[in-house]
């Protein structure tokens, strides 16, 4: 089954997403197995992120947004924490500082853009402007329905550049909300979670749906498509994004570069130390170090 195409948003559809069912797992009809698979996919994502990185040519933007307690830490955490740190960064997007609010609303975006090799995840991002503003009446509807043609100018910009972008909108019910509220008053490890907010913006789920369902329809590009990602079972939202992003990185076909110096003179060099060493410590003890170090990066593995 491709997630890719199950999940993604056709350019140029409406959608609806009280017709998308948040507790849907496709071929999935356990935890067990999806475990299973996310542990495969993490494998394949570190290669595949060590390819890209290598590779040094293209580099990718992931957008998370959701409504809250929809996951998109869990996601992170779970899913793209399989990562090498040296290559991937997380960028978390809240209320603009008095600098940003100076400048236009791509600006603060902008600067956190991955470069290349890069894969940069985005907690909230741009999207908030034609989110928030809209729900809260922040702007007039002139303003954040003109910022739907920039979002898309933007991301087409990042594409020509070689990033590629994948944006999910992690979707749960209300029921399932209110259930993860209240694990996190039963839970005081989940004490700092909590915050004003969230019995707030609660109140204006029916407005964060017509502006998410508008914002999905507008944007999602063929360059930058929109995946709508069921999120009431929460192994299945991390099986979901991980395979999308494996898919994805799977198909660029990314190649190693060529080496930047003659191998077979390196090979001579090498050859040269390992005798020089044999000579100053013995040939056993020599054996018997490569041995050891053979093994213990094995295990580092």
């Known amino acids: 089954m491709n997630y890719r195409k199950l999940f993604r948003v056709k350019p140029g559809s409406h959608v609806r997403l009280g017709k998308i069912d948040p507790s849907f797992t496709a071929e999935h009809k356990g935890k067990k197995s999806a475990l299973a698979a996310v542990e495969k996919l993490d494998g394949e994502l570190r290669a595949l992120q060590y390819l890209l990185y290598a590779e040094g040519r293209r580099s990718l933007l992931i957008c998370l947004q959701a409504l809250d307690a929809a996951g998109k830490d869990g996601t992170i955490n779970h899913v793209l924490g399989s990562m090498n740190p ?9 209320v603009p500082s008095h600098e940003e609010a100076q400048h236009d609303f791509l600006w603060r975006i902008e600067q956190q853009a991955p470069k290349k090799s890069e894969i940069v995840i985005f907690n909230r991002s741009h999207y908030e402007d034609v989110l928030v503003t809209r729900v809260h009446n922040l702007v007039p509807k002139k303003t954040w329905e003109a910022r739907y043609t920039m979002i898309n100018d933007f991301e087409q910009r990042l594409v020509a550049s070689g990033t590629h972008i994948l944006k999910f909108f992690l979707h749960i019910s209300p029921e399932e909300q209110l259930r993860r509220f209240k694990q996190r008053l039963d839970d005081p490890a989940r004490h700092w979670k909590i915050s004003d907010g969230d019995y707030t913006e609660r109140g204006f789920w029916d407005d964060y749906t017509a502006a998410y369902e508008d914002a999905l329809s507008q944007t999602s590009t063929e360059h930058a498509p929109w995946f709508v ?52 410590i013995g040939k056993k003890a020599w054996q018997k170090l490569i041995a050891a170090t053979d093994k213990k990066n094995k295990g580092d593995q």
């Open 229 to 280: 990602i069921p999120a009431n079972n929460k192994w299945f939202r991390n099986l979901a994004v991980a395979r999308i992003v494996v898919e994805t990185l799977a198909a660029l076909d990314m190649q190693f570069p060529a080496p930047s110096v003659d191998i077979n003179e390196m090979r001579r060099k090498y050859h040269s130390a390992e005798l020089a060493e044999e000579k100053k």
């Open 86 to 94: 040296q290559g991937t960064r997380v960028h978390g997007f809240k």
